[in-house]
């Protein structure tokens, strides 16, 4: 889940007041907004609306990531797992740096919540 | 709210599978989980119900203190700010080191989970 840390297009914006209210509008393509940036730490809210990863691709990142989700719901699949995993909210998962991972399916119906925490 | 991260009576136990379900008992105390330890970082999950800090405490950390209100309601005082903040689910404040704060008040109708990120 890289774009939602890394200089997504969708942007990164200051410290949303609330991070569940007066979300941005992800029909074009995800958002990701940083709430919080130090040396080895980066927290992120992303909001999906029906996006998937491309068929085929994997994320490999660089960085760690400790990913919750706050509302809405997806379909993480790893690498090196068989199969897919549910993340309903409350749901967290902690990604090891180069683990290879997709999102396979988020919600079209309602946008999706997710809260980052890059670090290394 | 240096009792979520440093080993409070409520203990630490390895990160719940899901941080909105089945939620512990804090009914005789606030409860934190260590959901996720690195150097220089600690995510937390803390259960309150009606907890607030005792009259004149304040905390004064080590650590700066990242924290999300994932659902419930809490007050938040600063010691350099003249009126309590209001936390609603969503909202979320980063507490620099040795920011003197107290918990005025949490809800004490329904459990308060509070995600906390400690770092440097």
Redesign the interface.
Known sequence: MAPRGGGRAGGDVT?P?????DLPDARAGEVGET??A????R?VRTVSLGQASPPGFWYDQQE?E?V?L?VGGARLRFADEAVERVL?????V?IAAHRRHRVEWTDPATPTVW?A?F??
Not at 17 to 21: I, K, P, V, Y
Not at 88 to 92: E, H
């Open positions: 410290a007041a609330n991070l569940l209210r709430i919080l130090r040396p080895g730490l927290i760690a400790w919750l706050l309903n909210p409350g749901d967290s902690d809260l925490v670090h290394d």
